[in-house]
C-alpha cells in the first residue's frame, strides 16, 4: 500500500539532508530529541534546552521532512513519531501536521517498520493523538488505510501490552464518540471499516491476554463502549468472540474508577435492546455481578453507569437510546 503526496525535501549539501537550515544526517535522532523539547520550553517542568531557535511550525516541518528523507533510520523514524503524537495534542498543531502530510508520513513509517515494536507503539499513539476531535482527520486516516496498519500492528504483536494499549487507544479513538455521536457517512463506515478488518476481536484478543494490564482493560472496554453504540452489527461481533466476558472479567480484577465506569459503559452498549447480548450477559453472571457496582461502585459515576446497564438487562419494547 503506498501514500503518494510525500512532502518536497529541501534542498541537499553533499550527502546530507539540509532540513529547516540544519544539516540534519550524523546527529538526526539528537536533533529529533531537542526539537521535541523546544516547543515545551516554557512550561515550568520542563528544565531549560539548549536548542535552535526554531517556532513549533518550523518543528513540526523539520521532523515530518526528516522522517520523508530518512525512511531506512530507525531512530528517526521512532522519534518522529514520539514528536508528532505530543505536538497534535495541541489543535493548532494537529492542523499543520495534517496540512503538512503529517498522517500519512506516520502510517508509513508504521508500514515500513512492521516488525518493530516500539515503532508500532509510537505510530499507535501518533495515529491516536492525530485523530483526537477531528472528524476531518479520521477520514483521512481511513482512505489512508490506517485503521488497518493499528488492526496489523495488534495483530503483529499480540504479546506486547504496550502496542495494544496503543492500538486500543487509536480504535477507541477513530470510533464514533457515543457522547456526541458523528452521523454521517465517514464515521459510521468507520464502524464497519475497524469491525470487517478484525478490530473487535483483536481488541477482545488484547483484553484477554493482558487482563491484568490496566491500561489495556481501560482502553479496550472503551473502544468497545463506542464500536457497540446504536451498531447491532457490533453488537453481536462482540458478543459472539466473548467480549461481554472479558468485560465482566476486567470489573472483577481491576478496581480503577476509570476501568469500573468504561466497563459498565461498554456492557450498557453492547445489550442494549438486544435480547441475544442480554442472555449472554444473564448467563454469564453479569446482572449479579453489575448489581454489586450500583451499591459499592467506586464514585457517583460507576454506580450510574452501573444502573444503567441494569436498565438495560431486560427487553423492553421500545428503544432506551444511548445517552449518558
Request: proline fraction near 5%; charge should be neutral.
Amino acid at each position: 500500500m503506498s501514500h503518494p503526496g510525500q512532502p518536497k525535501l529541501m534542498p541537499t549539501t553533499g550527502s546530507f539532508q539540509v532540513v529547516g537550515g540544519y544539516n540534519m544526517a550524523p546527529a538526526m535522532p539528537t536533533l529529533l530529541k531537542t526539537l521535541v523539547a523546544a516547543p515545551l520550553a516554557n512550561q515550568p517542568s520542563k528544565p531549560a534546552v539548549n536548542c535552535p531557535c526554531l517556532t513549533s511550525a518550523d518543528s513540526i516541518e523539520t521532523v515530518l521532512q526528516a522522517m520523508a528523507a530518512y525512511p531506512q533510520h530507525l531512530s528517526v523514524q521512532r522519534d518522529g513519531c514520539s514528536i508528532i503524537g505530543k505536538m497534535a495534542e495541541d489543535p493548532a498543531q494537529q492542523a499543520q501536521i495534517t496540512a503538512n502530510d503529517g498522517i500519512n508520513i506516520v502510517l508509513t513509517a508504521m508500514e515500513q517498520r512492521a516488525g518493530d515494536e516500539i515503532m508500532q507503539c509510537k505510530g499507535c499513539a501518533a495515529v491516536a493523538s492525530l485523530a483526537t476531535n477531528s472528524p476531518s482527520n479520521k477520514a483521512i486516516v481511513a482512505r489512508l488505510g490506517g485503521v488497518d496498519v493499528v488492526i496489523k500492528a495488534m495483530e503483529r504483536h499480540g504479546g506486547s501490552a504496550q502496542v495494544q494499549v496503543a492500538a486500543c487507544l487509536a480504535l477507541r479513538i477513530l470510533a464514533p464518540n457515543e457522547s456526541r455521536q458523528e452521523k454521517f457517512s465517514v464515521t459510521e463506515a468507520l464502524l464497519n471499516n475497524i469491525n470487517s478488518l478484525g478490530g473487535i476481536g483483536f481488541i477482545i484478543r488484547a483484553m484477554t491476554v493482558h487482563d491484568s494490564v490496566e491500561a489495556v482493560q481501560n482502553n479496550g472496554a472503551w473502544a468497545l463502549c463506542n464500536l457497540a453504540c446504536s451498531s447491532r452489527k457490533n453488537q453481536g461481533e462482540i458478543t459472539d468472540n466473548g467480549g461481554i466476558e472479558a468485560i465482566l472479567k476486567a470489573l472483577t480484577l481491576h478496581k480503577s474508577a476509570d476501568v469500573q465506569q468504561h466497563c459498565c459503559q461498554a456492557l450498557r452498549n453492547v445489550i442494549a435492546n438486544n435480547p441475544d447480548s442480554q442472555a449472554r450477559f444473564a448467563a454469564s453472571g453479569g446482572k449479579e455481578q453489575v448489581d454489586s457496582l450500583v451499591a459499592y461502585g467506586s464514585n457517583a459515576l460507576v454506580r450510574k453507569a452501573a444502573q444503567a446497564v441494569l436498565a438495560q438487562s431486560v427487553v423492553t419494547g421500545r428503544p432506551r437510546g444511548n445517552t449518558w
